[in-house]
């Protein structure tokens, strides 16, 4: 498997204990991640580095509605694996954005283990980021 470095995964959520969460959770087992608080800015990061692999993409960020922000994301990274995350039952939300592509979704409060596991899943089965050696 091809080591991923700190661009390959970015974290959006507005809540910044979330963020500490996913920089201790992902610098334990080795992924470093690119994080922010905004969509917009979400938008930014995901135009400045197109090796993004994976998005845990708060569904309720407050600059941009989850559904207008994915269908932005797919434009500038069709490739890119979002997981949605919500503390909320938005099942309103879930079915477009399905239909829009996202991975799958983890509702909050998650655990550790929880992340570790999609992690290990997503990077064990994505062609994208599997060694051609």
């Not at 201790?24 to 800015?41: D, E, H, K, N, W």
């Not at 580095?49 to 559904?67: H, M, R, V």
């Not at 434009?75 to 938005?90: E, F």
């Amino acid at each position: 498997m091809k080591s991923l470095n700190k661009k390959n995964i970015l974290v959006a959520d507005n809540d910044p204990s979330i963020i500490s969460i996913f920089d201790f959770i992902l610098q334990q087992v080795g992924y470093p991640a690119l994080t922010t608080s905004s969509g917009r800015r979400c938008l930014d990061l995901i135009s400045q580095n197109p090796q993004l692999t994976l998005l845990f993409l708060d569904i309720n960020l407050k600059d941009i509605s989850g559904i207008e922000l994915i269908k932005q994301i797919q434009k500038r990274n069709p490739n890119l694996l979002i997981m949605l995350m919500t503390g909320y039952g938005v099942d309103n939300i879930l079915a477009p954005a399905f239909d829009l592509g996202i991975y799958g979704i983890i509702y909050k409060p998650f655990d550790i283990e929880e992340v570790i596991e999609i992690l290990n899943t997503l990077f064990k089965k994505s062609p994208e980021i599997k060694s051609n050696a």
